[in-house]
């Protein structure tokens, strides 16, 4: 075996990059500081674009580690990260990570009706019921929310307008 052998490939092939390969993780950083202003200023940042451009990988490997040092957004330094997969039940998976124990409470366990609570909320008051249980959450003013992936919803409040 050559010592070449042992050298690892700094790029992860036909998956996103992880928060774990954020060191190897280049060519984004204007994105990432861009991405990172608007934070600063604003609740809401899109990102958008084809399949494959690199979205995933900004996220996990750009902006998160940032975030997760330490950066200062509209309710202090701590970020609390609601990642999920939408999948074929996009509401329910989102009421499920929403209600991950951790996720809406400081200090207090969360409870086995909060699933259900927050699935009932975004369904009867829609994009308002989202902003209505980070309001009624013990971590409202005292982190900031981060919801990856959370385009679903625009698509489904569309639907639900025709
Ligand atoms: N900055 C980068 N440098 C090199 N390869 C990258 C970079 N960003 C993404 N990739 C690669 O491009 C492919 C698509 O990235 P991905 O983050 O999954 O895109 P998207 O989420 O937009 O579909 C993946 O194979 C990923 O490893
Ligand atoms: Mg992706």
């Known amino acids: 075996m050559s010592s070449e052998d042992n050298l690892i490939s700094p790029f992860p092939g036909i998956r996103p990059y992880t928060k774990k390969e954020a060191e190897n993780f280049y060519g984004r950083e204007r994105e990432v500081e861009d991405v990172l202003s608007i934070l600063k200023r604003y609740k809401l940042v899109t990102i958008c674009g084809k399949s494959g451009s690199g979205k995933s990988s900004l996220i ?72 209505e249980i980070f309001a009624s959450s013990e971590i409202y003013e005292k982190k900031n929310l981060l919801i990856c992936r959370l385009s679903f919803l625009y698509y489904w409040l569309k639907e639900q307008r025709v």
């Open 60 to 131: 996990e490997a750009g902006i998160l580690p940032k975030l997760q040092k330490g950066f200062l957004g509209q309710a202090g330094k701590e970020w609390v990260i609601c990642d999920f997969r939408p999948g074929i039940s996009p509401l329910e998976n989102l009421s499920y990570a929403l209600s991950d124990s951790g996720v809406m409470y400081l200090k207090s366990k969360s409870k086995t009706t909060d699933h259900q609570n927050y699935k009932n909320k975004i369904e009867e008051k829609r994009d308002l019921g989202l902003i």
